[in-house]
């Protein structure tokens, strides 16, 4: 079975990608991410979503980074993360992702700060110690996915709770490209 072809647009926002042999700025990830002439059906046949916890899915890897797809369910979300000395930009593919960003007080507890819901084509980025979580709040059979760019890619990240002070790893898994599903 053949590899689907990127569009057009997505092959040339990689190879621009590709120029950074390390890590991508982030207002170059951004600005990159919100003029892509794309849309979620150039990438349908990438998403696949996880009934248990939301997906990642590997687009495209390259010298300095990773373009995932991520696939969310009605109430699927990230845990409170940073991004581990990563660039993370994100363009929402179909549906609205609540974006909540927090902080931590001197004590070490994290709070948020603001809450924002991104539209179809909304962006975001956020890199290094910035927190956030990403969710799927919207109602039944409203799924969300969404396209992140990390770079360098992220491969474990630091966590956090609401409910004690303690940061933990976490590894949060790719699922890679398989010829007899797709990724």
């Known amino acids: 079975m053949a590899v689907k072809p990127l569009c057009g647009a997505l092959a040339e926002f990689f190879a621009k990608l590709d120029a950074y042999q390390g890590r991508v700025p982030l207002d170059v990830v951004k ?5 892509l002439d794309f849309s979620f059906d150039d990438v349908a046949h990438v998403a696949r ?18 373009a995932l797809i991520l696939c969310w369910l009605p109430g699927q979300r990230s845990p409170i993360h940073d991004h581990a000395q990563s660039t993370c930009g994100v363009r929402v593919l179909k549906g ?3 974006e909540t960003v927090f902080e931590r007080n ?7 700060t603001e809450t924002r819901d991104l539209p179809t084509g909304g962006v975001c980025g ?9 969710s ?9 996915v969404t396209m992140h760019v990390y770079s360098p890619p992220l491969l474990s990240m630091r966590t956090y709770s609401l ?17 007899g599903d797709g990724i």
């Open 31 to 35: 600005a990159r991410l919100q003029t």
């Open 96 to 98: 609205i992702c609540t």
């Open 136 to 144: 799927n709040l919207q109602g039944p059979g409203e799924d969300l």
């Open 163 to 179: 409910t004690d002070t303690l940061v933990r790893q976490f590894v949060d898994p790719i699922s890679g490209f398989c010829f």
């Open 126 to 134: 956020s890199q290094d110690s910035d927190l956030h979580q990403v």
């Open 49 to 66: 979503f996880d009934p248990e916890r939301y997906r990642r899915n590997l687009l495209h890897a390259g010298p300095g980074y990773h």
């Open 106 to 112: 001197a004590a070490g507890y994290v709070y948020p």
